[in-house]
């Protein structure tokens, strides 16, 4: 039933029943598609707790008779596919019920599926620390668990790129993640992608789309400080309102100092998701624990808040020798390492600028021997870092 203030009313749980019998799933067939968003689940086109006042899904707008109604056009909750089939299940064959008792169907529900994804955000004392992989991997392990997870990484600068499901580009980084966590890859995982083409400028791809070719100094002064800021809110608001969990790749390090103020792709991203932190480092380089003390002492003591733990990444020979060191660093810094990871072979790119080779949006055998490396690392990440302990940081947030 649709209400406005003025009381106006617009019965049409007819059509909720009508969704009720019909198959799960989007329905290209629908005069009305893409109501929402190409590739939208209709299993429930008209939401059977209309309107349920949630101002997490929904506002009130002015109506075509001057009044307000209530409108949940960005509600997107109500269109994820487990969400509408639980629905569907409860409600199919059932007597009409009452709006209160459809409110307590919509509370039990939320217990179930999070109106709004938890997040983490993997940053790196350097670039190569290896943030991409264990983005990867924990997507995979997440979704292993049942979970519905995205990745999402704000600013990405890649020569290598893919074709998401829209059919634009993103980072190829992105679309691997995508597919470690058992998605197609879609041009909100990695809005901003940076094509570096010589002398300083950069082919500007926002959303999939090519926007404009930019040197440094405008991309930093003007886009970052204006539209990019949107872009990325609305980007990570959008996958938020659709999954569980979003984990975050930074890019570089947050310790940038001489870019603080422009780094979109770093503790801006923190800032905007209001994620807390992980930060990985690569021990193979030598300087392990400098790196991370280094990195995190260079932050102000509020963006050192958000970091909740610390990674240390391809480890050759046993953990065991590293521990005084790691009992000192988590004395200093009163952040406690997650897990050692060992050196793992496999055959995906480290970081997208690091020369890797092609891959755009290949299928059958190469997403094969794709699979078959996440699957590797995953397992080897769940082996050694604490992924319960990441779990609960999600939970408490920042």
């Known amino acids: 039933?649709?209400?406005?203030?003025?009381?106006?009313?617009?019965?049409?749980?007819?059509?909720?029943?009508e969704s009720l019998s019909r198959p799960n799933g989007?329905?290209?067939?629908?005069?009305?598609?893409?109501?929402?968003?190409?590739?939208?689940?209709?299993?429930?086109?008209?939401?059977?707790?209309?309107?349920?006042?949630d101002d997490r899904l929904g506002k009130y707008v002015k109506s075509r008779r001057g009044g307000q109604v209530w409108s949940c056009e960005d509600c997107l909750w109500?269109?994820?596919?487990?969400?509408?089939?639980?629905?569907?299940?409860?409600?199919?064959?059932?007597?009409?019920?009452?709006?209160?008792?459809?409110?307590?169907?919509?509370?039990?529900?939320?217990?179930?599926?999070?109106?709004?994804?938890?997040?983490?955000?993997?940053?790196?004392?350097?670039?190569?620390?290896?943030?991409?992989?264990?983005?990867?991997?924990?997507?995979?392990?997440?979704?292993?668990?049942?979970?519905?997870?995205?990745?999402?990484?704000?600013?990405?600068?890649?020569?290598?790129?893919?074709?998401?499901?829209?059919?634009?580009?993103?980072?190829?980084?992105?679309?691997?993640?995508?597919?470690?966590?058992?998605?197609?890859?879609?041009?909100?995982?990695?809005p901003i992608l940076l094509k570096p083409e010589g002398d300083n400028i950069s082919q500007v791809i926002v959303l999939g789309q090519p926007y404009q070719k930019m040197d440094a100094r405008t991309y930093y002064d003007d886009f970052v400080t204006n539209e990019g800021y949107g872009i990325v809110k609305n980007s990570f608001d959008h996958l938020a309102r659709r999954f569980d969990l979003?984990?975050?790749?930074?890019?570089?390090?947050?310790?940038?100092?001489?870019?603080?103020?422009?780094d979109l792709a770093n503790m801006k991203t923190a800032e905007i998701t209001n994620a807390p932190c992980i930060l990985i480092v690569n021990i193979e380089w030598g300087g392990a624990f400098a790196y991370a003390y280094g990195t995190l002492m260079l932050l102000s003591p509020e963006q050192r808040s958000r970091f909740k733990g610390i990674v240390i990444n391809n480890m050759h020979g046993s953990a065991t020798d590293l521990q005084k060191g790691i009992d000192k660093l988590e004395r200093l810094l009163g952040i406690p390492v997650l897990g050692v990871v060992p050196h793992i072979d496999h055959s995906l790119p480290e970081e997208d600028?690091?020369?890797?080779?092609?891959?755009?949006?290949?299928?059958g055998p190469v997403n094969k021997e794709i699979d078959v490396n996440i699957a590797r690392i995953a397992s080897t990440v769940a082996e050694h870092v604490d992924i319960e302990s990441i779990l609960k940081i999600m939970e408490d947030g920042v």
Not at 4 to 17: A, F, L
């Open 246 to 262: 979003v984990v975050i790749e930074g890019a570089g390090s947050p310790a940038e100092i001489n870019l603080s103020d422009v």
């Open 26 to 53: 989007t329905n290209v067939d629908c005069e009305y598609y893409p109501c929402h968003h190409q590739g939208q689940d209709c299993t429930l086109c008209f939401c059977p707790f209309y309107p349920c006042l």
């Open 78 to 190: 109500i269109h994820r596919p487990d969400v509408g089939r639980d629905v569907k299940m409860r409600l199919h064959g059932s007597d009409r019920p009452t709006h209160n008792e459809l409110l307590l169907i919509k509370k039990d529900i939320e217990r179930l599926y999070r109106i709004r994804a938890k997040s983490i955000m993997i940053m790196g004392a350097t670039s190569g620390a290896g943030k991409t992989l264990l983005v990867a991997a924990l997507c995979r392990i997440f979704a292993d668990k049942g979970m519905r997870v995205a990745p999402f990484k704000s600013q990405n600068m890649s020569t290598s790129s893919a074709i998401a499901t829209e059919g634009g580009e993103i980072s190829q980084a992105q679309a691997i993640q995508a597919f470690a966590c058992r998605l197609e890859p879609e041009s909100r995982m990695n």
């Open 1 to 17: 039933m649709m209400v406005d203030s003025e009381g106006e009313k617009e019965d049409y749980w007819d059509k909720v029943v």
């Open 353 to 363: 600028s690091q020369g890797a080779h092609d891959r755009s949006n290949s299928r």
